[in-house]
């Protein structure tokens, strides 16, 4: 069984001779879009998701819903889900390349009775998977994955999980504690969940999901940075409105900063459990003048970059577009903390200094990050491999560098369907 995959599509990144000034819209978030999509199929009625983000990721999402029996209407910017049914036939989820997908469905197909299936793109079956299916065998779950801890593979289930305790390593992805947190309140002796092994990446994530999970009647009890616990029980139907993607606002704000110029991200949060809500700390850090007012976020620069020493162990999803800031700094920049990106669409750090080195750049790898020391740059190809966020780091440097060409740009479509369209209209502008 194979998946589809979006085709490939070459695009030589436009170059600007200017500061960059524009006011950006961002799409909703898909980690709290999809977050809300299983909220949704879970809860105790329909659900509406107001402003979501619809791209690839979230759309494999919702196909996943439905074939699980949820009934999805839309209208323009606003989702209805009913709550998935408890029995479902004998079928096949399409993961994509989505992390939230692969990962949150699973344990939502096991609270159903039958049996699904489980693929994706061909680089899904590299991406980390292990640690949630031993997982879910551990709670009397039956995955048949031939023993490979990958992609594909099969969950047959009567519906009811009994929940417990349990302990994993999720050190190379948060996503496989959100997905038992989201789960739990349905298994019917909930669930207590402890983290081993090394540091916990991407904790934010974490930090969202049970934010959403108490604004649904969860309560999350958290028994210390790395242990959970919740109790069995209901989960309530709600109107979400989902914010902005702020990391996905990193591009648009790098182009700021590497052309020295100025852009405003609307309806920026004053508070958020997102990510990408870190830019403020590592632009003001790198040299930006930051505000965030009514109208939203406002990054502006007119000095030098700065380099940057920073463990992005919380905010790893942020690297590609960082380093693209970074290859323009007046000093070396040292990145830590995310050894785990080596498990995500591709190996980042390997595909970053890849890129790198190709346009005459100078960037290692390091046993948990990179070093990014600025030199002169030159025309050639960036390669995309599959990852949205390495296809926005090689606009970036487009902007200020000719002649780069990214190998597919449509990767993008992952979390920012229009992508192309946006970055013409703040180059013209």
Not at 224 to 251: M, Y
Not at 326 to 352: K, P
């Amino acid at each position: 069984m194979q998946m589809s995959e979006p085709a490939p599509h070459n695009w030589t990144a436009p170059v600007v001779q200017r500061p960059i000034h524009s006011t950006v819209s961002i799409p909703g978030s898909k980690s709290a879009t999809n977050r809300a999509f299983v909220l949704a199929a879970l809860g105790d009625s329909v659900s509406t998701i107001s402003k979501p983000l619809l791209a690839r990721d979230t759309e494999l999402m919702l196909q996943a819903l439905e074939k699980l029996g949820c009934q999805i209407t839309r209208d323009k910017d606003l989702i209805e889900i009913s709550p998935m049914k408890q029995v479902h036939q004998d079928l096949t989820i399409d993961v994509g390349l989505a992390g939230t997908v692969m990962r949150f469905v699973p344990a939502l197909a096991a609270l159903s009775a039958g049996v699904a299936h489980f693929d994706g793109d061909e680089r899904a079956r590299n991406r980390p998977m292990k640690t949630l299916i031993n997982a879910l065998k551990s709670l009397g779950i039956s995955v048949d994955d031939q023993s490979t801890g990958n992609l594909p593979f099969s969950i047959a289930s009567d519906g009811l999980v009994q929940g417990g305790e349990i302990t994993i390593d999720a050190s190379e992805s948060s996503q496989f504690v959100s997905a038992l947190l989201l789960a739990a309140p349905r298994f019917k002796n909930g669930l207590t969940i402890k983290h081993v092994g090394k540091n916990l990446p991407s904790l934010p994530h974490i930090e969202m999901t049970i934010d959403m999970l108490n604004q649904v009647g969860v309560e999350v009890i958290t028994l210390d940075k790395n242990s959970w616990k919740v109790l069995p029980s209901k989960i309530q139907s709600k109107n979400w409105v989902i914010e902005p993607d702020l990391s996905n606002a990193g591009p648009f704000l790098a182009a700021a900063m590497v052309t020295k110029g100025e852009v405003t991200i609307p309806h920026w949060p004053q508070h958020t459990t997102q990510a990408g809500n870190a830019w403020i700390e590592i632009l003001t850090k790198m040299g930006a003048n930051i505000s965030l007012n009514e109208k939203g976020l406002t990054v502006k620069i007119t000095n030098e970059i700065k380099g940057i020493d920073f463990d992005l162990s919380d905010v790893g999803e942020l690297t590609p577009v960082l380093v693209s800031i970074a290859l323009f700094a007046n000093s070396t920049s040292t990145l830590s903390g995310i050894a785990h990106l080596r498990g995500h669409e591709t190996d980042r750090l390997a595909a970053l200094v890849e890129n790198i080195k190709s346009i005459g750049g100078d960037a290692e790898e390091t046993s948990d990050g990179l070093i990014i020391r600025p030199t002169k740059l030159k025309a050639g190809m960036w390669k995309a491999f599959d990852d949205h966020r390495m296809a926005t780091a090689g606009a970036v440097i487009g902007l200020v560098v000719s002649g780069i060409e990214v190998d597919d740009i449509k990767t993008t479509s992952k979390t920012l369907p229009d992508f192309e369209k946006m970055w013409a209209h703040l180059v013209s502008v």
